[in-house]
């Protein structure tokens, strides 16, 4: 096996030079050298034509220790073996081959010999092994792809540890390797070249981490010889062995001049000479190598690396700008906190670095952000320095929107708040094991409840679960949570009404949890796909759990609770998630008879909405199943709408005839139970409530009685969801022709009707019209055409209604004062609604142009409050156009021309028909133009044809005039200004070709004849004329053409678009003009 040596080069062989790459340029701001261009390597195959640095040329990789770590086709242990046979012999020779091979694995093809090594000094050497890179690519083999150098760093990591290994006895300490070895990586990691830095730091860092294996047996063996000696030197004179205590002594001597004089010496010498240089490189991979290996210094060798003067480069590398180096630095002080010993020697450093480090959990990079959070959590275990202010700023990521970030969070809160603060109110009773454990059980709780409110986040209760379920073990305890809310011997553990609350919701939600709902928005993705036998085994133990705990605790709970609105809308939630088998399986329908009991109760006493939806959807789970319980659970539904209708038709008549508020309200809030079980049930059987309801709207709207509002709102609700069952109780292969006729003309009816609520009716009552208007026109949209029994259904509204529905939106989503009753309301809450409502309407408004029901155009006044509205409605308003966009990419272009339009008439009429160019609201229409340019996609060629007629309709609008040229500008001149924000989205083709804009510039232009230069009124045509002609290659080549050391240049030829950004790339262009500091790039 050829391996002693490297593949030696002809002497008639006849290397070219290449030059460096702007990635090669290292913090101090370094040019690259002015080198020679061009690579040929002419050999026993003739010429080897230059390629990428993965084209490995296979004489010179093949029988070389390169060869044989890259392709890993021999024992790495055979390849030191042979190194250290070599060594003994030659070791002038060895260490040139080991050399060859640390400057063959930074890929450069270069070949260093013994008279090299011995003569030349060693900048000149590395210039001349500069020069033998590939010109062509950046790319080395440590960040190569592909399966050849998949398993290269790996190798050559272990290829040193190996080596380290094995010349840990003599060969170390001989003053000769590694003084050789350790003086070339610290040449070489000084190099301009990436490939040099960054393969010799990474070699530098793992031979310390090495050497510290090394000093650490060293440091074990010197012990035990000091121990030996110790014990011997104990004995007396007639016992003491004399030459045993000189060997041990003399061992001694020689362990500590190893440890002190050498190990410690070539640690110190690679520290200062690399690290300290390259902990501050300009490239991240290298600076987070540097710190991930000092993290490992500091850990395994704590006597020498655990200082300030070493842990002052992790402190200061929390700042880094790259995530990467930041997380290396998170990560290394994880390593350290985690060990108590460490405390002392810490105590400096997290001074000083504490506040940085509880900053960081807020990090903008998700893997930052949670192990600064870990590491925030092992500070908890033996560093009492954190103050109640830096654990709530953790506490709050409880509630993040953020998976990972929010359950690191939990934990943190799990072992401060439920665990380490609940221990010293356990000491103070000393109870019975089992009465301690129930105690503890009902603290955490208490805790977390508390917990919970202090946050002012208790809506959010799913969240903080989400977040504690992995660790939190109580959230599972039905048992002690249902004590808490029903048992009246608990002391000072009882709870008040806000904490009943609090526990109901939470314990609602992990019941949801538990019962495998998907996690809360922001979260995480909904199950896409199917369980695997262990997690369907998990899940349906832990709701069969839950069901028999449930099925006999909740009646009571229902019963305790039954009056109080926010505590039970979450306990008729509940019965959603049982599994119904366990009440046919333990014979348990007496407790399903006294849910039902209780639930029936509930319904005819609340008038809240969400609590009789809950029961509506809750009755739905019980009778849509095929157990025999559903027989019980219809019978007993079937009782309930009786009574709701009896109820009603009872209403009806007292509450239309008689104009008092008590009877209109009874109505109100039999409507609203009977809109509720309509959302969740098929109750269109109920021919006489369809007729009543129908009424209601008629008599409102010739407003032939007194109606109050809430019910002419209800009503139009009702209507819509009864329609809506009516046509999915169709059969759509054979639909009586009667029924469709019959359905039909109740659509176009409530259509009308609720026209005509929206232009004359009372807020409440229009938004409710508003929304139904638009949900029917979606269900009854042209999109039923395919299926052809229903075309006839087809609703579509004319122009003048589409007209209403965008002004109806406008005026009340975007107008500029809040209604009057709540100019004078402080209440976030109350704000908040209304946020929420309004957004509401502006999304049933977005559906319509997502199903192009209406005319696209109309939208326009809506595009142009994108950027006046982005705080409040922005995402909605982008989702509109994103949906106009994938419809027809010019219609939605010549939208938001028309919106662009619009805003600069209306600023212009506010102006008296002037414009500032310098205002602010100019600016933010430009700002405008240039969002609406962005959004037009990043593939210009699909966009193409949308952003040109964009143009073309923008420029002769402004030239539009109203009369025949005279010499003055037209009106909408200052428009071009609009324009030119948006030509970065046309092809240079169709700014300059022979049909494109600037000369169907200059033949709208040949209409108003002669144009004066230096006018300022012209000056926007200019600017946009410029912009046309401008950032075409002409530009570049006028820009650079005398910065970039390129053979066309000095073959006089004309550079292309593509030579000049692969110039600006390559030779880093940027990064000289931007100064030189340690992070440019």
């Not at 033996?382 to 990521?397: G, K, W």
């Not at 007292?654 to 008590?662: C, T």
């Not at 939106?809 to 107008?815: N, P």
Request: with cysteine.
């Amino acid at each position: 096996m050829m391996m002693n040596s490297p593949v030696h080069i002809r002497d008639e062989d006849n290397w070219d030079i290449n030059s460096t790459t702007s990635d090669d340029i290292n913090y101090y701001g370094k040019k690259p050298m002015d080198m020679k261009r061009g690579f040929s390597l002419k050999g026993r195959g003739g010429v080897v034509k230059r390629g990428r640095v993965s084209n490995i040329i296979p004489e010179l990789a093949e029988d070389t220790m390169y060869g044989y770590v890259l392709s890993g086709r021999a024992s790495l242990q055979v390849i030191v073996d042979e190194w250290i046979d070599e060594y003994k012999k030659d070791r002038e020779k060895a260490v040139v081959d080991l050399i060859q091979f640390f400057v063959q694995c930074c890929g450069c093809r270069g070949k260093l010999n013994q008279m090299m090594f011995a003569n030349m000094d060693k900048v000149k050497v590395i210039r001349k092994l500069t020069e033998s890179f590939d010109e062509e690519s950046g790319e080395y083999p440590l960040i190569q792809g592909g399966p050849l150098f998949k398993k290269f760093k790996s190798n050559l990591l272990e290829f040193i540890e190996r080596l380290v290994r094995g010349c840990k006895h003599n060969i170390i300490y001989d003053e000769y390797m590694m003084d050789n070895v350790i003086s070339w990586l610290l040449a070489l990691s000084d190099s301009q070249v990436r490939a040099f830095r960054h393969t010799c730091t990474l070699i530098g860092m793992t031979l310390v981490t090495s050497l510290i294996d090394i000093a650490k047996m060293v440091q074990m063996d010197l012990e035990n010889t000091e121990r030996q000696l110790e014990t011997e030197l104990k004995k007396g004179q007639a016992k003491r062995a004399f030459a045993k205590v000189e060997r041990l002594q003399t061992k001694q001597k020689e362990l500590r001049s190893n440890l002190d004089g050498f190990l410690t010496d070539f640690m110190s010498q690679i520290f200062s000479g690399l690290f300290v240089h390259r902990y501050r490189d300009c490239r991240p991979e290298i600076r987070s190598i540097c710190i991930q290996e000092l993290g490992h210094w500091m850990k395994h060798l704590p006597s020498h690396f655990l200082k300030d003067q070493y842990l002052k480069y992790v402190g200061w590398t929390l700042h880094d700008r790259h995530p990467e180096v930041r997380l290396k630095s998170v990560l290394a002080l994880q390593g350290l906190y985690m060990i108590e010993d460490f405390a002392q020697q810490l105590e400096l450093f997290t001074a000083r670095f504490k506040n940085r480090i509880v900053e960081m959990v807020h990090d903008k990079e998700e893997n930052v952000a949670v192990q600064a959070v870990k590491l925030i959590s092992f500070m908890l275990n033996s560093f009492d320095v954190l103050e109640d202010s830096d654990c709530e700023v953790v506490y709050q990521l409880v509630f993040a929107n953020n998976r990972n970030i929010s359950h690191a969070a939990g934990e943190f809160l799990h072992k401060k708040l439920l665990s380490e603060d609940l221990e010293e109110v356990l000491k103070e009773h000393r109870a019975q094991r089992h009465t301690r454990k129930i105690r503890e059980t009902h603290l955490v709780l208490k805790e977390l409840l508390r917990f919970f409110l202090e946050n002012e986040v208790s809506e959010h209760g799913a969240y903080m679960v989400d977040s504690l379920w992995e660790t939190v073990e109580v959230l599972r305890d039905w048992k002690s949570m249902t004590e808490l809310l029903l048992s009246d011997e608990l002391g000072e553990l009882a709870l008040n009404d806000e904490e009943e609350g609090a526990l109901i919701e939470i314990m609602t939600c992990a019941i949801k949890r538990a019962a495998g709902e998907d996690p809360p928005p922001g979260r995480g993705k909904p199950r896409s796909r199917e369980l695997n036998t262990k997690e369907r085994r998990q899940l349906d133990s832990d709701r069969n759990s839950l069901t028999k705990h449930f099925i006999a605790e909740l009646p009571e709970l229902l019963s305790k609770f039954s009056t109080d609105d926010q505590k039970i809308v979450s306990l008729v939630e509940i019965p959603q998630y049982f599994q119904l088998e366990v009440y046919v399986e333990h014979r348990l329908n007496k407790f399903l008879e006294l849910l039902l009991k209780y639930m029936h109760d509930i319904v005819m006493k609340h008038s809240d909405a969400d609590v009789l939806r809950n029961c509506a959807f809750t009755y739905r789970y019980f009778i849509n199943n095929e157990l025999s319980i559903q027989t019980t659970a219809a019978v007993a539904f079937r009782q309930l709408i009786d009574e709701l209708v009896t109820s009603f038709n009872s209403s009806m008549t007292e509450g239309l005839e008689n104009e008092s508020d008590e009877p209109q309200y009874k109505l109100y809030v039999d409507m609203k139970r009977l809109y509720a079980f309509y959302q969740a049930h098929d109750l269109t059987d109920l021919a006489d409530v369809e007729k009543e309801i129908s009424s209601i709207i008629t008599k409102a709207n010739q407003m032939q009685v007194q109606i109050n509002d809430n019910i002419t709102a209800t009503a139009v609700m009702l209507m819509q969801a009864i329609l809506s069952w009516a046509l999915y109780r169709t059969n759509p292969s054979e639909p009586s022709k009667g029924e469709l006729k019959k359905l039909r003309k109740s659509v176009v009816q409530l259509v009308q009707q609720c026209d005509e609520l929206i232009q004359f009716g009372a807020p409440a009552v229009q938004k409710e019209a508003f929304i139904t208007v638009c949900d029917m026109l979606i269900i009854f949209a042209p999109q039923l055409k395919q299926n052809q029994n229903y075309a006839s259904l087809i609703v579509v509204p004319d122009r003048s209604v589409q007209i209403r529905l965008r002004d109806y939106v406008m005026t009340t989503v975007f107008a500029d004062e809040e209604p009057a009753q709540f100019q004078d309301d402080d209440d976030d809450e109350v704000k908040t609604e209304i946020l929420i409502e309004k957004r509401r309407v502006l999304a049933s408004f977005g559906k319509l142009i997502a199903f192009n029901i209406i005319e696209m155009r109309l939208a326009a006044p809506i595009f142009a409050q994108y950027v006046k509205s982005f705080q409040d409605y922005g995402d909605i308003v982008k989702a509109m156009m994103s949906k106009a966009r994938e419809l027809n990419r010019t219609k939605c272009m010549r939208t938001q021309l028309l919106s662009l339009e619009q805003l600069f008439e209306e600023l212009r009429d506010q102006n008296e028909g002037r414009i500032d160019r310098s205002s602010e609201e100019w600016t933010k229409i430009k700002d405008l133009a240039h969002r609406f340019a962005l959004m037009a996609g990043v593939d210009n060629y699909k966009s193409r044809q949308a952003v040109v007629t964009f143009h073309r309709e923008g420029i002769i609008y402004c030239l539009l005039r109203n009369g025949p040229p005279d010499g003055s500008p037209p009106s909408n001149l200052v428009f071009f200004d609009i324009l030119a924000e948006t030509t970065f989205k046309l092809m240079d083709i169709d700014k300059k070709g022979p049909k494109g804009l600037l000369a169907f510039l200059e033949e709208q232009l040949m209409k108003e004849g002669e144009i004066p230069e230096d006018e300022i009124e012209w000056g926007p045509l200019r600017t946009y004329r410029t912009a046309l002609v401008g950032n075409t290659t002409e530009a570049y080549n006028n820009m650079y053409y005398g910065a970039l050391p390129t053979k066309r240049k000095m073959m006089g030829s004309p550079m292309t678009l593509v030579d000049v950004k692969r110039a600006r790339e390559d030779y880093g262009i940027d990064t000289w003009q931007s100064g030189s500091g340690n992070y440019v790039q």
